[in-house]
T-cell receptor
């Protein structure tokens, strides 16, 4: 089975632009979560989707948004980029979205905002 | 608010020794705790999950303990090898439902031969 894939792997943007990142979960998995990882803050939860519905949301501003499609693929969007948005963005998938399930992380998208 | 602390940012040990990593949490009573491994430039990889009613769990050379009174988990790697060098993260559920996790900042383990 193919693992979680994320595209693009690397991205350079300038302040004020917007960006869309994509995540394809493992086949059959219906839950996708997104995390931001920075050296200072570590891994921080952004949001979780299950069967196209946002189930949990982290403490990030409204510039961060996401969605999930009927095939479970997910996208996250960051509008009006700021320098502090430079980070590794990771998505994770699980089969049924239950708390004690194993989550499988993708390799991440490294975003650099100049 | 919930808080997780991994006591050491870095841990250096010699090959063959046992590495012990600590995870403490406050303001929380989690139903389970997870440990992940992350290599540079890669996403975290799940290692072990331990539930609140389990004191200890083992998988090959890995052992995790969970003390809900002390609000602490210990992660042990026995007979450590250079290939065990990585950052190890502990994680707790953010709330009762769903898969959202709160992560510690990690401990970077270096095993020298």
């Amino acid at each position: 089975k193919a693992g979680v894939t994320q595209t693009p792997r690397y991205l350079i943007k300038t302040r004020g632009q917007q960006v869309t990142l994509s995540c394809s979960p493992i086949s059959g998995h219906r839950s996708v979560s997104w995390y931001q990882q920075t050296p200072g803050q570590g891994l921080q939860f952004l949001f979780e989707y299950f069967s196209e519905t946002q189930r949990n949301k982290g403490n990030f501003p409204g510039r961060f948004s996401g969605r999930q499609f009927s095939n479970s693929r997910s996208e996250m969007n960051v509008s009006t980029l700021e320098l502090g948005d430079s980070a590794l963005y990771l998505c994770a998938s699980s089969f049924a979205g239950r708390g004690q399930e194993t989550q499988y992380f993708g390799p991440g998208t490294r975003l650099l905002v100049l | 608010s919930q808080k997780i602390e991994q006591n050491s940012e870095a841990l250096n040990i010699q090959e063959g020794k046992t590495a012990t990593l600590t995870c403490n949490y406050t303001n929380y009573s989690p139903a389970y705790l997870q440990w992940y491994r992350q290599d540079p430039g890669r996403g975290p990889v799940f290692l072990l999950l331990i539930r609140e009613n389990e004191k200890e769990k083992r998988k090959e050379r890995l052992k995790v303990t969970f003390d809900t009174t002390l609000k602490q988990s210990l992660f042990h790697i026995t007979a450590s090898q250079p290939a065990d060098s990585a950052t190890y993260l502990c994680a707790l559920p953010r709330n009762q439902a769903g898969t959202a996790l709160i992560f510690g900042k990690g401990t970077t383990l270096s095993v020298s031969s």
